[in-house]
T-cell receptor, first 113, second 116 residues
Framework: AQSVTQLDSHVSVSEGTPVLLRCNYS??????LFWYVQHPNKGLQLLLKYTSAATLVKGINGFEAEFKKSETSFHLTKPSAHMSDAAEYFCVVTTGGGNKLTFGTGTQLKVEL | NAGVMQNPRHLVRRRGQEARLRCSPMKGHSHVYWYRQLPEEGLKFMVYLQKENIIDESGMPKERFSAEFPKEGPSILRIQQVVRGDSAAYFC??????????????FGAGSRLTVL
């Protein structure tokens, strides 16, 4: 069994300040973990993925995430938020194929001037 | 590359009508997955298809829902006799092979169904 918990449904930051979106997972086996972003009326875009290689994963648009097995966490960070980062972010865990993805409930990121 | 194309983007139906959602996978992709996002929830798996075959339908409701991916043309998700609880965003994803972890899915923009 696997599950994922996104600890914040809404996060608000000022432009230029750091972003932290939190994700904890539960999995019986070694998981693969992903972060997806969804802009309004757009498809889900892959930001980054962890698949048992380096624990610090760098993604697109300056985002990165660190896999911490001891804490069962995969938090998403960015040093400096940009207005274009405002979107909904999903943490996803899987131990199998494309039919086995488990999504978190999403975190809505708001970026203010 | 046009990506995964879903249509219609928005669909409004009255209770009891039928809804048909279409998904054209990325060029060269032969694996299609349907996910549903109910309000305030994460996406949940519904069905996994390859051309002319249903591989995994463990997430499909037992009644009123069906899916196909014919040899020619898009994948279709069909909902008969819709009810208000079917109102949701339906996402399609495709991949070139069976997802192995190294491969990733490409998602479409979703079809938003509203049942009045």
């Amino acid at each position: 069994a696997q599950s994922v918990t996104q600890l914040d449904s809404h996060v608000s930051v000022s432009e230029g300040t750091p972003v932290l979106l939190r994700c904890n997972y539960s999995s019986s086996y070694s998981p693969s973990l992903f972060w997806y972003v969804q802009h309004p009326n757009k498809g889900l875009q892959l930001l980054l993925k962890y698949t048992s290689a380096a624990t610090l994963v760098k993604g697109i648009n300056g985002f990165e995430a660190e896999f911490k097995k001891s804490e069962t966490s995969f938090h998403l960070t960015k040093p400096s938020a940009h207005m274009s980062d405002a979107a909904e972010y999903f943490c996803v865990v899987t131990t199998g194929g494309g039919n086995k993805l488990t999504f978190g409930t999403g975190t809505q990121l708001k970026v203010e001037l | 590359n046009a990506g995964v194309m879903q249509n219609p983007r928005h669909l409004v139906r009255r209770r009891g009508q039928e809804a048909r959602l279409r998904c054209s996978p990325m060029k060269g992709h032969s694996h299609v997955y349907w996910y549903r996002q109910l309000p305030e929830e994460g996406l949940k798996f519904m069905v996994y298809l390859q051309k002319e075959n249903i591989i995994d339908e463990s997430g499909m409701p037992k009644e009123r829902f069906s899916a196909e991916f014919p040899k020619e043309g898009p994948s279709i998700l069909r909902i008969q006799q819709v009810v208000r609880g079917d109102s949701a965003a339906y996402f399609c994803a495709s991949s070139p092979t069976g997802f192995s972890g190294a491969n990733v899915l490409t998602f479409g923009a979703g079809s938003r169904l509203t049942v009045l």
